[in-house]
């Protein structure tokens, strides 16, 4: 047991570090972006991104585990770890525009998509050139996915699209989107549904920022009056829309699972507990507050061991066990505990925010996007289920709407 | 990255599995469980006989050899099997005290006969409610002669040794105390069978009166090696506990799936999988910094004492945890005499408190990242 690299995995973190070496600065003091805060987009930043996006597509490096042309280098998934490792050392621009496109979009298109598709939108995804966002959830489809409305009809050799979606990430900047629809109401809601690509710059196509508690806008709402797509746009078969949407569901979990969220962590914690008095003294030495230290900090070091027995069987060219999918519910409800704790702590002071609070309002910052964080990408809920009925094998729960045409489903409103 | 057990490891895991699944059942825990005796020797007898008390002592003093790693997996199988054998005090916490502060004749007189399965060995420290403090310490250790009364010794009544914290001189604080390795058959000791929550690892009393004992360590040194034997036998706790947290989810799981209320399976309602679904991650939190702990023991990496603090702390977390939800997921079968439920739960409060309750260990852990954040 060590947690040194294998002799191959030393010499691709070598080959990963010279690349890097040659083409960006060392990390300065800047930390890194925060997850649950998505990007705006602002241009400059943008361009930036997309500049350093081609420069490691042209290297093989933006997608390790993709072919050769492709962005890639036909590389192992711990090749493509150790090169975010040592990326994450390296003063770059963000990864994060691109990450929904080729973590979920561009597989799923890869899957489903006909040859000409995949010739055609592959390469320009990788290199930063076109980016694509997810359409999936609607106001009255969020953990419920298949619950959505949004219509898709034939006429012809096109399908016209009327609806909405939500929660779209990135919508506002992106060029492409995996649009998924109800073809049929007159059957079960799973079975009615259908997969297309869109292209995002059709005027058929109305893209709103939402603006979100915390204050930003990451998350779109996306509406189609009669949008117009060519049935050769359809990924998969008619009515095949749920499996097609499980493909990219999964990929989306194996994008998530390694998050960690927020910098907001014990450490931060601490240094605030240092710099500050209670009734008894010093917070850094209140028997509550080091009992609070000690349980966040065993989440936090369990995960990141649990990350590293999940990299172990990468390693070793095994599966990985099921054990990484518990990363986001402890992530989320202990940013949204730690930082409620830091506040605590502050007193009085706790409830101003940005430089006029503490530690420049990094706890009321982490307060205020965790709520986002415990349910983007999958509630703590749903990813209990998943745990539940997938690694653990108990029954799906009783849905009374599974046999039921969709247009009989009671709705709320 | 290399962060798991090797082939070999996994091997000796699965065959102590197997071992266990044959030699000790619930049933074998009942009988110690319902019953005055200690252990089950017959058990004990075998588990020397397969090496397991000499796992990790080295081969010059009888031992195999192999590695804390090798102990660990061990132990995991034996916290699953919640076996009633005195294999944590006389290993991890008798044979570790030798090992961490024995001269060398002591180390040649009594590792030898722990690997064989000779000796019972165990550490009594507590001497009342409350936190075990240096001025908590009252029992003496003067002119070779111990004198006092110490409480809640587990394996106590079964031991032939024991390591004993006491007082031995007027120094204030830590400086003022002693290990004693004392012969607990010897004149002088008297001992009592407290008690217990879990009687399938009875504790006892031990009292004192001018009992002749052999001085372990340097004068002065008692607070330190004591703290870095229980930081190792805190890691080697975690891998039972995690043990038993594994069966309780096991257990929790087969019954929801079989046992059916209003009209389906009750493990088909959110409220069962959502306490499952957190007892599975508990379960891993703990199984991944319980790995870190064995890497600490094994390298003896400086970063052991903290390791160890979140191990017990995460592990102690995760048994408590699994152990209480698979009673109320059980329901009132649960809390009948019969249904197993029960022999973990109160397994599950032994080993968290038998080496010091979680209050105590998330101070120390804390202390530790002082400490490192400081370095």
């Not at chain 2, 059980?330 to 809390?335: A, R």
Request: include cysteine.
């Amino acid at each position: 047991m060590d947690f040194e690299d294998t002799a191959e995995e030393a010499a691709f973190r070598a080959q990963a570090t010279a690349w890097l070496s040659a083409n960006a600065k060392p990390r300065g003091k800047k930390s890194a972006d925060d997850m649950a805060e998505m990007e705006n987009g602002a241009a400059a930043e943008m361009a930036a991104s997309r500049a350093w996006q081609k420069k490691k597509a042209e290297a093989g490096y933006a997608r390790i585990t993709w072919p050769k042309g492709q962005g890639g280098m036909g590389g192992t998934p711990m090749q493509s770890i150790i090169f975010g490792q040592t990326e994450s050392k390296f003063d770059v621009p963000s990864g994060g525009p691109f990450a929904i496109g080729l973590g979920m979009c561009i597989p799923t298109l890869m899957a489903y998509g006909n040859e000409e598709a995949k010739k055609r939108y592959v390469v320009p995804a990788v290199q930063g050139d076109e980016i694509w966002c997810q359409l999936f959830s609607e106001p009255a489809g969020g953990s419920d996915v298949a619950g959505l409305r949004t219509r898709a009809e034939k006429k012809g050799d096109e399908w016209v699209i009327n609806g909405q979606k939500i929660w779209t990430t990135g919508a506002q900047f992106s060029d492409y989107g995996i649009l998924l629809t109800r073809t049929d109401p007159n059957v079960p809601k799973h079975k009615g549904l259908t997969m297309f690509y869109i292209d995002m710059h059709d005027p058929a196509v109305e893209v709103r920022p939402i603006k979100q508690a915390s204050g930003g806008s990451g998350f779109n709402e996306v509406f189609f009056t009669d949008l117009r797509v060519k049935d050769s746009q359809r990924l998969g078969e008619v009515g095949q829309g749920w499996q097609v949407a499980l493909t990219t569901l999964m990929h989306e979990r194996l994008a998530v699972g390694g998050g960690t969220g927020s910098g907001l962590d014990v450490k931060e914690l601490m240094a605030l507990a240092r710099t500050l008095e209670l009734e008894d003294g010093p917070a850094i030495k209140n028997a509550s507050v080091r009992e609070r230290i000690a349980d966040w900090y065993v989440r936090s070091a369990g995960l990141k061991y649990t990350t590293y027995r999940t990299m172990t069987a990468l390693s070793r060219g095994q599966q990985p066990g099921p054990e990484a999918s518990i990363a986001k519910i402890v992530v989320a409800s202990k940013l949204q505990d730690l930082a409620a704790f830091g506040m605590e702590l502050e007193g009085e002071a706790g409830s101003l925010k940005g430089e006029d609070a503490p530690a420049h309002g990094a706890f009321q910052m982490g307060w205020m996007s965790s709520p986002g964080l415990r349910i983007a990408g999958g509630t703590d809920e749903i990813l209990r289920n998943i745990i539940a009925e997938r690694v653990l094998g108990l029954p799906p729960d009783v849905r009374v709407d599974k046999d039921m045409p969709f247009n009989k489903m009671p709705t709320g409103r | 990255m290399n962060f798991d057990f090797s082939d070999d490891q996994k091997m000796l895991k699965d065959q102590a599995r197997k071992f266990l699944a044959e030699k000790c059942t619930t049933k074998t825990v009942r009988k110690v469980f319902e019953s005055t005796a200690g252990h089950d020797a017959a058990l004990w007898k075998q588990v020397a006989e397969m090496g397991w008390t000499g796992t990790a002592i080295p081969e010059n003093y009888g031992g195999l050899g192999l590695g804390y790693l090798e102990l660990c997996v061990v132990a995991e199988e034996l916290g699953r099997a919640l076996a009633p054998v005195p294999f944590a005090s006389t290993v991890y916490l008798f044979a570790e005290a030798v090992l961490a502060a024995g001269s060398e004749e002591q180390k040649q007189k009594y590792l030898p006969k722990i690997a064989s399965g000779e000796l019972i060995g165990t550490f009594a420290r507590a001497e009342g409610p409350g936190a075990v403090i240096p001025k908590s310490i009252r029992t003496t250790f003067k002119g070779g002669k111990l004198s006092g009364k110490k409480i809640a010794v587990t394996d106590g009544i079964d031991a032939q040794v024991a390591v004993v914290l006491a007082r031995s001189s007027d120094e204030v604080g830590e400086r003022g105390l002693s290990l004693a390795i004392v012969d607990l058959k010897g004149a002088g000791v008297k001992r009592r069978a407290e008690d217990s929550i879990d009687p399938s690892r009875k504790n006892a009393e031990l009292t004192f009166d001018n009992a002749s004992a052999e001085a372990l360590g340097k004068p002065g040194e008692a607070w330190g090696n004591t703290s870095r034997v229980l930081d190792r036998a805190a890691i080697m706790t975690a891998f039972e506990q995690i043990g038993g947290a594994d069966v309780c989810l096991a257990m929790a799981k087969d019954y929801a799936l079989t046992r059916y209320a209003f009209g389906r399976q009750i493990g088909s309602y959110q409220a069962i999988k959502h306490k499952l679904a957190d007892m599975y991650v508990y379960n891993e939190l703990a199984r991944s910094n319980a790995y870190y702990g064995a890497w600490a023991l094994h390298t003896n990496a400086r970063e052991l004492p903290l390791a160890a603090a979140a191990a017990r702390v995460s592990a102690t977390q995760a048994f408590d945890y699994a152990a209480k939800e698979n009673t109320q997921t059980h329901g009132g079968i649960g809390f009948t005499w019969e249904v197993d439920c029960h022999l973990f739960y109160k397994r599950s409060r032994q080993l968290g408190l038998g080496l010091g309750p979680q209050r105590t260990w998330k101070d120390k852990l804390v202390t530790e990242l002082e400490l490192s954040n400081a370095a």
